[in-house]
């Protein structure tokens, strides 16, 4: 099973950029990296996924090196709307591996 | 996500009532899960289904059951509700991806108090 480490909280100022890194140490061949968003009293939220190097869609980029060892959510200008908890899972599609959320990581944007 | 759905969305009750928070989804998916999230904390997962006849425990099925009626509905059960299981439930389904890791889509959550 993949456990991931993540920052307990960050903080950042508005319309900067803000990178949130993941370990997963012991990711396993199959695994893919998914990361969620969640905003208080709602339920997370997809926002990317991957396997290798970099994703990006219209919300952010997944940065995934070579040893696949730890991920970076790169979140592109961020507003206050983006106050959040991040939370970063690794499994593969056949089990229950990827539904380990763990404490994520808590954003603040600050004006 | 409107297409899953969760009632009640508030419930008090007391110690050693039963209680039944009931799941409903029209994406169509196979797999249901049940969470639990208390203040500050992540999510927990409570069980999971891969379909209408398998159940699963999650890592804190203790005092829970569940009960898959049809593919659309996944209800969680707390026999005996003791204080320590007021929290936030949500309610998540997942089906068939282009690729990877199936997406979840989360329904907006019960607050349950325990007095």
């Known amino acids: 099973l993949a456990k991931t480490t993540q920052p307990i909280s960050m903080d950042s100022y508005e319309g900067q950029e803000v990178n949130i890194t993941c370990s997963h140490n012991n990711i396993a061949t199959n695994d893919y990296i998914t990361w969620y968003q969640q905003f208080p009293s709602q339920g997370p939220r997809f926002i990317i996924q991957?396997?290798?190097t970099k994703v990006t869609n219209e919300v952010a980029s997944l940065f995934i090196p070579a040893d696949r060892k730890s991920s970076t959510l790169s979140l592109p200008r961020v507003s206050l709307s983006d106050t959040a908890v991040y939370y970063c899972?690794?499994?593969?599609?056949?089990?229950?591996?990827?539904?380990?959320f763990g404490t994520g990581t808590r954003l603040t944007v600050i004006p | 996500d409107a297409d899953v759905t969760q009632t009640p969305r508030n419930r008090i009750t007391k110690t050693g009532k039963r209680i039944m928070l009931e799941c409903s989804q029209t994406k169509g998916h196979d797999r249901m899960y049940w969470y639990r999230q208390d203040p500050g904390l992540g999510l927990r997962l409570i069980y999971y289904s891969f379909d209408v006849k398998d159940i699963n425990k999650g890592e804190i099925s203790d005092g829970y059951s569940v009960s898959r009626q049809a593919q659309a509905k996944f209800s969680l059960s707390l026999e005996s509700a003791i204080p320590n299981q007021t929290a936030l439930y949500f309610c998540?389904?997942?089906?068939?991806?282009?690729?990877?890791?199936?997406?979840?889509?989360f329904g907006p959550g019960t607050r349950l108090t325990v007095l």
């Open positions: 998540a389904t997942s089906g068939p991806g282009l690729a990877g890791v199936n997406e979840q889509f």
């Open positions: 991957g396997y290798k």
């Open positions: 899972l690794v499994g593969d599609k056949a089990g229950a591996n990827n539904l380990f």
